[in-house]
């Protein structure tokens, strides 16, 4: 078993040891993948940036006009209850989904169906050789939607890139859409040129990452300018450093990038001093204070 054995599943704790959750045939995210998703960081068993993923989950919902049939203090009480009954005191993730529900096949959605909900932990460590050492990156074509901003379960034009990239050699695959470099396959990314920090803006072509966000924070108190912006491969190339950020990678170096070096495949000094800043604000000691 890849997750911890106690779920969260509509909006009870089951333990898969004794019992497997089922789901309907016509549920729509499994047909239509008709709902939305979070991944959340756990450090040595406690929630790090908590309230921003919960605060995008419910745009994501309000976005495609799922309506919750749980208030939001309810959710974070059965995540806490999640990691509580598990005994979670080590690094990992929670994937949790919200779904439409279910109905008869139909592409018109009905108004009053009930969400399907849940949510399991997978221990993760942090990927510190990564981190350390940087990654190689391929080029891929950004053939998603325009609704990128909506953290979505349709996610096949990611699955198709990554593993695109990942049979070239690649640890990440970096979408270029008209030319311009918009994000990762599952992260965001960022040049630096000149000591200014570069990321593509925050509208409807990325999604705009948690981890995104609190790097940007980090940046500003660190004093380095930053600039949201757009940018092709070319300044890519000629950057100084690049990396990608995301709840499961932190801060990661891109050393190269189609095969070829970004300023001698180097990690540089502005990624290390972002990477320190991550590190030195992740909690280390279990908090059993609740929000709610
Ligand atoms: N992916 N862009 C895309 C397309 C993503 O899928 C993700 C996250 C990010 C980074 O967002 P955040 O900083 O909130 O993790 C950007 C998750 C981790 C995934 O699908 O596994």
Known sequence: MSHEPIILFEGKLIDTREKQPSVAL????LQFGDGVYEVIRLYNGTFHL???HLARLYRSMEEIEITPTFSKAELIHWLYELTEQNNFKTDGIIYLQI????QPRNHIFSLDLTPTLYAYIVPKERPVKLMAEGIHACTEQDIRWLRCDVKSLNLLPNVLARTNA???GCQEALFIRKSIVTEGSLSNFFLVKNNILYTHPADH???NGI????VLSLASKLHIPVREELFGVRDVQLADEG???GTTIEVLPMTHLDGSPIAGGHVGPITKALQKAFQDNIPIQEKRSRLV
Do not use: A, N
């Open 26 to 29: 016509e549920e729509r995210g």
């Open 50 to 52: 908590l309230d921003p």
């Open 99 to 102: 779904s439409r529900g279910v």
């Open 166 to 168: 990942e049979r070239k």
């Open 205 to 207: 072509l990325i999604l």
């Open 211 to 214: 981890v995104r966000q609190y």
């Open 243 to 245: 990396f990608f950020t």
